[in-house]
């Protein structure tokens, strides 16, 4: 059976869902379970259901506790409608159609008035059958509600009743008890979601989202054609129970540093990789190529601590790291997939990278990365 929302649970999650927040957000934020945020989400279709108002001539809540009072201490209803200062036929009325005198209770009285008070208003779509005949046969041909929308402007002109916003669109298809799209259209759409989602500002980032990420695309030229030292590329190598150390591949030599790590925190990798770094002279300390990881949130401390720009790969694609991939390839041969990687300090880990450094690679002509590089620390020595 569903957890019931209190009003404060309803207000806390629209509020939490329009700031962009996932179900699985909202609920822990709530403590409720995944399900009963997931229902109460989808049968709004994702938009907010609009607060309910009372018209300013109706009797409140207050006024009607007045009135419960007043006839059980016995009062008539002229004497109770010039303490509230309404008509005495307002007051009759509302204890006439609440059980009478002897039965009326305010908070009875409260509910059935707001039950009473609803009035669904049918949607621009459902009042105007000609409309809803030309958005459907859009989103047929997969156009977008935007592309529609615009488009009616553009063909009717002058014609008011042809016209319906992007929103209404969406609501009439999100939001199935309105009858009015069938609920097959929402294939057609491009995302195919079932619900709307909140349009974050530009400036607020999304979960997940780098803030400040400089697109891999941005690199200088000398970096794609590894003719200048200095260039690195970086990921996370992970073991087993959430151990995980760090590589870092030169692109010029291919040669590696592994970095100890107690944890994949931003805060923590970003130092551990900082101090790395700035062991290295400077003219080989240009820039990093890292993973879309959030391990490197705090890239703009990393450059700030090293001169270093960080440049960020596409998502799902490692093969822009290509060094690094094959590097933590040949690092297997060490750290076995599943293999604890907490118990290695950085010496241990300074004496395996030096064995890669020193072996030959066919890539390089079968010299080492350590004879690559030597060279190039010697001359900006």
Not at 91 to 96: D, G
Not at 101 to 116: L, S
Not at 175 to 199: D, E, N, P
Not at 219 to 233: I, L, T
Request: proline share 4%; aromatic share 6%; hydrophobic share 35%.
């Amino acid at each position: 059976m569903g957890q019931r929302l209190s009003a404060t649970d309803r207000s806390q999650l629209w509020r939490r869902w329009k700031q962009g927040e996932s179900v699985t957000q909202i609920a822990a934020a709530l403590g409720r379970r995944h399900s009963t945020v997931r229902e109460a989400v989808g049968r709004c279709g994702g938009f907010a259901p609009t607060p309910r108002q009372r018209a300013a001539r109706q009797l409140r809540l207050s006024e009607r506790e007045e009135i419960s009072r007043a006839l059980c201490a016995g009062s008539t209803v002229r004497q109770i409608a010039r303490r509230l200062g309404r008509s005495a036929s307002t007051v009759s009325r509302e204890i006439a159609r609440n059980g009478g005198a002897m039965r009326y209770r305010a908070t009875q009285a409260e509910q059935r008035a707001w039950a009473c008070a609803q009035r669904p208003k049918r949607c621009v779509l459902a009042r105007r059958p000609a409309l809803a005949r030309a958005v459907a046969g859009k989103l047929k041909r997969r156009w977008s509600p935007q592309q529609i929308s615009h488009w009616l402007r553009m063909q009717f002109p002058q014609d008011e009743a042809m016209r319906v916003s992007t929103e209404t669109i969406y609501r009439s298809l999100f939001i199935q008890t309105r009858g009015v799209l069938k609920k097959q259209l929402l294939r057609q759409l491009r995302t195919q979601r079932s619900m709307r989602r909140a349009r974050l500002s530009a400036h607020t980032p999304r979960p997940g989202q780098i803030v400040g990420a400089v697109s891999i695309r941005q690199r200088p030229a000398e970096v794609q054609d590894r003719a200048v030292p200095g260039h690195w590329e970086g990921d996370l190598l992970c073991g087993g129970k959430s151990t995980q150390i760090a590589t870092l591949v030169e692109r010029h030599s291919r040669y590696v540093m592994l970095v100890k790590i107690c944890s994949k925190d931003t805060a923590t990798v970003v130092s551990a990789l900082s101090k790395q770094a700035r062991t290295l002279p400077a003219q080989l300390r240009r820039s990093l190529t890292w993973d879309r990881g959030l391990e490197l949130a705090d890239h703009k401390r990393f450059s700030l601590a090293t001169d270093m720009q960080v440049y960020f790969c596409d998502p799902h694609s490692p093969w822009q790291r290509g060094s690094n991939e094959n590097t933590n390839g040949l690092l297997r041969q060490y750290f076995p997939k599943g293999a604890a990687l907490s118990g290695y300090t950085q010496a241990q880990l300074n004496r395996i990278a030096l064995q890669l450094n020193q072996r030959p690679r066919k890539t390089l002509g079968y010299r080492t990365p350590a004879d690559i590089l030597y060279p190039n620390v010697a001359l900006t020595g």
